[in-house]
């Protein structure tokens, strides 16, 4: 029997992150045009791009899953967040949907922040400049506490860093780290949810 309210839930949700996160692919678009930026000029769809993402990602959702269990009260308040806000959304989401979610926060921000904000600010500061101040964005971007605003620059340090691995830039990298990691967030976040869910009854 399908629940009504839940189908509802999740259609309104896959929107309005639709919505949202392809407003950030026109931003980009347009800012790369102003800028005279091609926001894809590093996107090298190769199998050495999509090995290195995945295996990049391990380190990265490792540190999430740490994060996620620490008793730190800052760490718990962030935990208690996701599970507040994303978990009744994530809820109603299939593991389709949150792969789908995945890719297109992957896809939109990578394209936003290490497509156009990181280039644009290297071209008048340096590469040191446009790592550190695109990530300083994009933890403005992220801001729910300080802490979380925190722990999402540090990891788009990561990711800004792992699109130049060995030397030669790749935007598939972070694209694909940041595609699985969410992912996988997005998975963990749910199955905690259920559980407590299914505990309080």
């Not at 009260?73 to 507040?84: A, D, N, Q, V, W």
């Not at 806000?85 to 990578?110: F, H, I, N, Q």
């Amino acid at each position: 029997m399908f629940d009504s309210q839940k189908l509802l839930k999740r259609g309104d949700f896959l929107k309005v992150a639709t919505v949202f996160q392809g407003g950030l692919v026109v931003a980009a678009y347009v800012l790369a045009w102003l800028a005279d930026i091609d926001p894809l000029a590093h996107l090298v769809m190769d199998f050495r791009g999509l090995l290195i993402g995945l295996c990049a990602t391990v380190p990265l959702f490792l540190a999430f899953q740490v994060c996620y269990w620490l008793p730190l009260p800052e760490l718990r308040r962030i935990r208690h967040f996701l599970l507040e806000k994303m978990g009744p959304l994530l809820d109603a989401c299939s593991l389709r949907d949150m792969t789908y979610l995945g890719l297109l926060a992957g896809v939109t921000e990578e394209i936003l922040f290490r497509g156009v904000l990181q280039p644009l600010i290297e071209s008048s500061w340096g590469w040191e400049a446009g790592l550190i101040f695109s990530n300083l964005l994009f933890a403005v971007a992220h801001w729910i506490t300080p802490v979380y605003a925190l722990l999402a620059g540090l990891t788009g340090l990561y990711l800004g860093l792992a699109m130049d691995f060995g030397g030669e830039r790749n935007l598939l990298i972070p694209i694909v780290i940041h595609a699985v990691y969410d992912m996988l967030a997005f998975v963990k976040v749910v199955r905690t949810y259920r559980e407590g869910h299914s505990a309080a009854f």
